[in-house]
């Protein structure tokens, strides 16, 4: 027998292959697993005919066998890959999603993520206006603009496209063939303009089970999704809807941040968001902070619940007296501002004396009691009275308390250190 180089084999193969003749081929059965192993000892011996005959037809079997395990890896390993490449996807997404990150922004990589993994697709986002019928938000970064601003003011119903079906029925809606669909009839030659034939969409709903917005997939192919690509779609779905949720429940705790509790005016920030927004606009600006005069008395004679009916009824003039375009808002105890879009004299003065007016009514406490207060306002202008909004809050301050020394129920406005502004009585 031969001696080789390679490493010596088992025991147990060296019992093996001294076995001539028939027994050979017998025993070489048990030696093919051990060489789908990595075994060297396949090439140590060798054996009389039949024996190198039956260890010859053994080892290209074994080859095969091993080919046919390296392919089984290969893919294995492919699997995982994309696997990973799916997961570093995802991560993406929801990392754009937890740093909040602009919506439009997070719904831009959402698609990118489910255009890398399904060949040949182009992904949107439509988004419903505040009333709930009509596009108001269309993000598709790899669809042509002009056909993104045609969807805007769309409004969705039954046999409206893919997504406006999708959200009107709260379900997928999966098109083959968008040339031959008739829901899609009226925008055959929108569509024609992108080159795509298919268009799958998902309704995206809130937690209440309402359609805020929709998914949507298009391919160049007319054919329907297949098993793995409906499942890329599914998880896109509950993370737009992770997305546009995190995003209202953001916009609610800002609204909360900037309100008042009690009143449900703008609190001190709102107030200062508003105004700085305004003088970075560069627009003109009128600031009037008014004060209640004795509301101590009211508190005293009623309560604090008392007071409390008391200053959501004032607030709730100011509201009405100011409209849209201006601002009112409680800076704390009685005290309230309102930000005007105007820095005319006559027309702040026009304000101030509305606002005694309608401050100055009786409030009903209940049945039999009523309640009356006054206020004091101090007037101050932009830019004429303040370049920020620090010295504006600061000089129409100053100037409602120079409005209380001169007898109350007034308004002043800021002139300067010296006091010498205008000065109105109810």
């Not at 709903?205 to 999704?225: H, I, K, M, S, T």
């Not at 005319?344 to 409030?363: F, H, M, N, Q, T």
Request: proline letters at 6%.
């Amino acid at each position: 027998m031969l001696r080789s180089s390679r490493p010596s084999a088992s025991p147990f193969v060296s019992r093996v292959l001294l076995i001539s003749g028939g027994l050979a081929s017998a025993g070489l059965l048990m030696v093919v697993p051990a060489f789908c192993r990595g075994a060297p000892y396949l090439w140590l011996a060798i054996l009389p005919a039949c024996g190198f005959l039956a260890l010859f037809v053994f080892r290209e079997r074994a080859r095969e066998a091993c080919r046919a395990k390296f392919a089984a890896l290969r893919a294995r390993n492919d699997r995982q890959r994309k696997r990973v490449h799916s997961l570093r996807g995802q991560a993406r997404v929801l990392r754009a999603i937890s740093r909040r990150r602009p919506l439009d922004e997070s719904m831009g990589i959402l698609c990118r993520f489910v255009e890398d993994r399904i060949p040949g697709a182009r992904c949107s986002v439509l988004m419903l206006g505040p009333e709930g019928r009509t596009v108001g938000k269309s993000v598709a970064p790899g669809l042509p603009e002009p056909y993104n601003q045609a969807l805007l003011g769309l409004e969705i119903g039954p046999a409206v496209g893919s997504c406006g079906a999708a959200m009107h029925l709260r379900k997928p809606v999966f098109i083959d063939d968008v040339l031959r669909h008739p829901n899609w009839a009226p925008f055959r030659d929108l569509v024609l303009t992108t080159g795509m034939r298919t268009c799958w969409s998902s309704p995206i709903l809130d937690d209440d089970g309402q359609a805020v917005g929709a998914f949507a997939v298009y391919n160049e192919q007319p054919r329907l999704p297949v098993r793995g690509e409906r499942l890329t779609i599914h998880v896109a779905v509950e993370m737009a809807r992770v997305a546009v949720n995190m995003a209202a429940v953001y916009r609610q705790l800002m609204h909360q941040s900037l309100r008042d509790e009690l009143t449900g005016l703008a609190n001190r920030r709102g107030m200062k968001d508003w105004l700085t927004r305004r003088l970075e606009a560069g627009g003109r600006v009128g600031v009037l902070l008014l004060d209640l005069d004795d509301f101590k008395p009211v508190n005293d004679t009623f309560g604090h619940d008392g007071g409390d009916k008391v200053l959501r009824v004032v607030a709730g003039r100011l509201r009405d007296l100011v409209g849209r375009d201006a601002i009112a808002s409680r800076l704390g105890g009685d005290e309230f501002t309102l930000g005007v879009p105007t820095a005319d004299p006559a027309a702040l003065e026009d304000i101030a004396r509305r606002v005694i007016e309608a401050v100055g009514r009786p409030v009903s406490i209940d049945r039999r009691h009523r309640a009356q207060v006054r206020c004091s306002i101090g007037i101050a202008r932009h830019p004429e009275d303040g370049e920020t909004v620090e010295e504006l809050m600061t000089h129409a301050d100053r100037a409602m308390y120079e409005a209380k020394k001169s007898g109350k129920n007034r308004y002043r406005r800021w002139s300067g250190p010296a006091g010498d502004g205008a000065e109105m009585s109810a």
